[in-house]
């Protein structure tokens, strides 16, 4: 049963601590999203990669936050420095594009608290 | 700008009655819709699409339409049951321009046995 995952499931960290969110998309997708879900905003597209190229990462605050995949088993999350704002949790989420449509299998999500 | 609308108030009905969710967006013209399915402290689970041609499709208990001339999309569970209690999400994908599914903020559905 393929699935995405994400570590760490929670994180707490202080103020101004750098953050780092792992993804392992299904194999074989070559879509990954991160999603950023609160109550006040929903689930808000950060950013998303196609065959690894980053396509848009316009939903994400740039002096901050850092997206990347290393390879194609692994998307990477990062925030630094982070603050009591970025708290959220943080979904991955990938799918396999076919005649420009797909679904969008979600991991459990990263529960992050920024104290 | 551009908005995707669903009821943020909680949907309650009794079992075995049929549940309607709504979806309304502003200023998209989408290529599809989707519905998804949250259960707390987990990722949102897919469940349907619909092209913009389409407008009804089934599977199993659920149905969804889409009417593109009302900018709306309604998702209904057929003999609701408990286990159908969640947070529902419409998500739709722009026929132009950016490539990425917009979410709306979701709809909590409550079936009481």
């Known amino acids: 049963d393929a699935r995405v995952t994400q570590t760490p499931r929670h994180k707490v960290t202080e103020m101004g601590q750098e953050v780092t969110m792992r993804c392992q998309p299904i194999l074989g997708h070559n879509t990954v999203f991160w999603y950023r879900q609160t109550m006040m905003q929903g689930l808000e597209l950060l950013a998303y990669?196609?065959?690894?190229?980053?396509?848009?990462d316009s939903g994400m605050p740039k002096d901050r936050f850092s997206a990347e995949m290393p390879d194609a088993t692994l998307a990477t999350l990062k925030i630094q420095p982070s603050e009591p704002r970025d708290s959220a949790v943080y979904f991955c989420a990938s799918g396999l594009v076919v005649g420009g449509i797909y679904e969008q299998y979600f991991g459990p999500g990263t529960r992050l608290t920024v104290t | 700008s551009q908005k995707i609308e669903q009821n943020s108030e909680a949907l309650n009905i009794q079992e075995g009655k049929t549940a309607t969710l709504t979806c309304n967006y502003t200023?998209?013209?989408?290529?599809?819709l989707q519905w998804y399915r949250q259960d707390p402290g987990r990722g949102p689970v897919f469940l349907l699409l619909i092209r913009e041609n389409e407008k009804e499709k089934r599977k199993e208990r659920l149905k969804v339409t889409f009417d593109t001339t009302l900018k709306q999309s309604l998702f209904h569970i057929t003999a609701s049951q408990p286990a159908d209690s969640a947070t529902y999400l419409c998500?739709?994908?722009?026929?132009?321009?950016?490539?990425?599914?917009?979410f709306g903020s979701g709809t909590r559905l409550q079936v009481q046995p």
């Open positions: 990669f196609r065959n690894r190229a980053p396509l848009d």
């Open positions: 200023n998209y013209s989408p290529a599809y």
């Open positions: 998500a739709l994908l722009e026929g132009t321009g950016r490539r990425a599914l917009t």
